[in-house]
């Protein structure tokens, strides 16, 4: 797991680093997670690359979630006030684009590939919680719509560790490059952008 190079023309795309998200029980700290991400973040925008915060909630009726049969069936609950909040760490922008989901991918139902694609966007590189779920949906759905994906191993957990090792191992080496934050930082910091 390497990477070899990133797009000119990349953004940043974290999923779900939000109050009500960090604070469930993850494979991986999640305090470390977020950390990695707002190193990346602050990468990003220091070299005038788009970082994208997606975060998911729900109408007060839960109207707005799919509710498919072969879903794990959801409780009744009410979301915490914070819930869609991001983590503070992450240190939102004016300039960040925000973009709410309402299921697994930040693709689904969203305006996330119309950002990009008015930005020149060719390649995204990928974080978050969690790596079974939000990150590898959206990470197929990139793949599919022919963006050079990265995914940001160190930047992302999930609720079951073997869920996590699975994509990580198994399901993004068919999807995308893989490697850490700082090789990631290094790639960024050296100039080596493809152009798109």
């Keep these: ?4 190079a990133l797009d000119s023309r990349t953004a940043l795309v974290l999923i779900d680093l939000q109050k009500g998200i960090v604070r469930l029980p993850t494979a991986h700290p ?3 997670v977020v950390s990695k991400a707002a190193e990346l973040a602050a990468a990003f925008r220091k070299q005038g690359l788009p970082v994208v915060l997606v975060h998911v909630t729900f109408a007060a009726d839960g109207g707005d979630a799919l509710k498919p049969r072969a879903d794990h069936p959801r409780p ?4 915490p006030a914070d819930f869609a909040d991001f ?3 992450l240190q939102l922008q004016d300039s960040d684009i925000v973009v709410t989901k309402h299921h697994w991918s930040a693709f689904y139902g969203t305006d996330l590939e119309l950002h990009l694609r008015r930005r020149g966007i060719t390649g995204i590189v990928l974080g978050g919680i969690s ?4 990150v590898e ?3 197929r759905e ?6 050079n994906v990265t995914i940001a191993s160190d930047a992302l957990t999930d609720l079951h560790l073997p869920s996590h090792e699975h994509s990580l191992t198994q399901i993004f080496p068919r999807l995308a490059e893989v490697g850490t934050t700082e090789e990631i930082l290094a790639v960024l910091a050296a100039n080596h952008l493809q152009p798109a």
């Excluded at 797991?1 to 070899?4: A, L, S, V, W």
């Excluded at 009744?76 to 979301?79: F, S, Y």
């Excluded at 990139?142 to 963006?147: E, I, K, L, S």
């Design 142 to 147: 990139a793949h599919d719509r022919a963006f």
């Design 137 to 139: 949906s959206t990470a």
């Design 30 to 32: 999640a305090d470390a």
């Design 131 to 134: 790596t079974s779920v939000g």
């Design 87 to 89: 983590a503070e760490e």
């Design 1 to 4: 797991m390497t990477i070899t």
């Design 76 to 79: 009744p609950m009410t979301l």
